[in-house]
């Protein structure tokens, strides 16, 4: 399973990048907002530091709007995705981003129709939002294993990026659901790689090490 960071803070992109975790990054509005700073300079700025594929989300609602700043954010760089709310413009925007070949990722999906819909009309990838599901009491989760069902049985080549993930958990199930790509806020990672046994082994170590004759 790939990582994503779920941000857009680019120093923030740059200290987990050492770490060898970054196969890529996804933005919204509200992750931009957070920064605030242009737009532009803060995709142009991440695709820089990530090879991967950099989503970057429109906010107009018709399908004019849409492919206007789709095709502008397409020429920021190479390997900027677009992505495009789960709306029937956004199908139709998406539907004809592929036929130009430019990536796309659909967002807020929170049915598997909606997912089969985004990878019939040509999505590169999918984001299932698994957190704001279990927000409102239901399983996030499922949602994610059964729509990596229907897309390997129809043959759809859309990748599934599980979005909205909380907890170690959210991240824990998508790769056993079959996620293809887990996107993570910066601030979940440090629980992924930590563990309580873990520091306690370190201070054993440490303890027994002064035991040595040096
Ligand atoms: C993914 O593409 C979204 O930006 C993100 O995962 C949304 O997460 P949230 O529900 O925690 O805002």
New binding site residues.
């Given amino acids: 399973m790939k990582f994503?960071l779920?941000t857009g803070n680019v120093e923030e992109i740059k200290r987990i990048v050492k770490l060898g975790l970054v196969d890529g990054v996804?933005?919204?509005p509200?992750?931009i907002a957070k920064e605030g700073r242009v737009f532009k300079d803060v995709i142009k700025e991440i695709t820089s530091i990530v090879s991967g594929p950099v989503?970057a989300?429109v906010v107009a609602l018709d399908v004019d709007g849409m492919l206007k700043e789709a095709h502008e954010i397409a020429q920021w760089a190479p390997n900027v995705v677009i992505?495009l709310p789960m709306t029937e413009a956004g199908l139709e925007a998406t539907h004809q981003l592929s036929k130009e070949g430019i990536k796309t990722?659909v967002?807020?999906i929170f049915s598997v129709a909606q997912g089969l819909m985004a990878a019939k009309a040509g999505a590169t990838y999918v984001?299932p939002?698994?957190?704001?599901l279990d927000?409102i009491g239901v399983d996030g989760m499922k949602l994610v294993r059964e729509l990596r069902e229907v897309l390997d049985f129809h043959d759809l080549p859309a990748q599934i990026?599980a979005?909205?993930?909380?907890t170690l958990g959210h991240l824990e199930a998508a790769a056993l659901a079959g996620a293809h790509i887990a996107?993570?806020?910066g601030s979940l990672l440090p629980s992924l790689w930590k563990h309580p046994l873990t520091d306690v082994g370190i201070e054993r170590f440490l303890k027994d090490w002064e035991k040595v004759p040096k």
């Fill in positions: 994503y779920d996804t933005t919204n509200s992750l989503s989300e992505k990722n967002t807020l984001s939002f698994v957190g704001r927000d990026i979005a909205s993930i909380r996107t993570i806020p």
